[in-house]
């Protein structure tokens, strides 16, 4: 769970547990996929460390424990979810199974990017934040 202030007022955010699952597979996923190259640009071990952290923190939420992610780490799986959904929406044959994934990553992924501007309006859901 996430808190910030808007108004003057806390914020909770709060992600379930299937959902915080799918964070850490495409966590997974996003740096092995910018550690190919396939991302057409070079990665810098920090940015690896940073991927690894957030999925260590996700891990730890996922096991019962209460961590606290910083923006820039809503961020980072906010565009590792833009950048896995884009991936399956071009190499993935169309199907069922592969609507329902990308449906369910689009409606993740669209509730981090409402939430990141309104409690912590410097960011911008979804850019990088590099």
Not at 10 to 31: E, N, P, S, T
Not at 64 to 82: C, F, H, P, S
Not at 96 to 121: F, G, M, T
Request: a positive charge; hydrophobic letters at 40%; charged letters at 20%.
């Amino acid at each position: 769970m996430t808190k910030g202030e808007r108004g003057g007022k806390q914020v909770m955010m709060g992600v379930g547990a299937d959902d915080l699952k799918a964070i850490k597979y495409i966590l997974l996923f996003y740096g092995r996929y910018l550690q190919s190259g396939q991302a057409g640009q070079p990665v810098s071990h920090r940015s690896i460390n940073r991927i690894q952290l957030v999925l260590l923190k996700v891990e730890q939420i996922i096991s019962g424990q209460v961590i606290l992610l910083r923006w820039d780490e809503l961020g980072l799986i906010t565009e590792a979810i833009a950048t896995f959904t884009e991936l399956v929406r071009r190499k993935i044959a169309a199907s069922k199974e592969r609507d329902e994934v990308l449906a369910n990553c689009e409606q993740l992924h669209n509730y981090l990017s409402l939430v990141l501007p309104s409690i912590h309006p410097t960011l911008k859901g979804g850019g990088s934040l590099s």
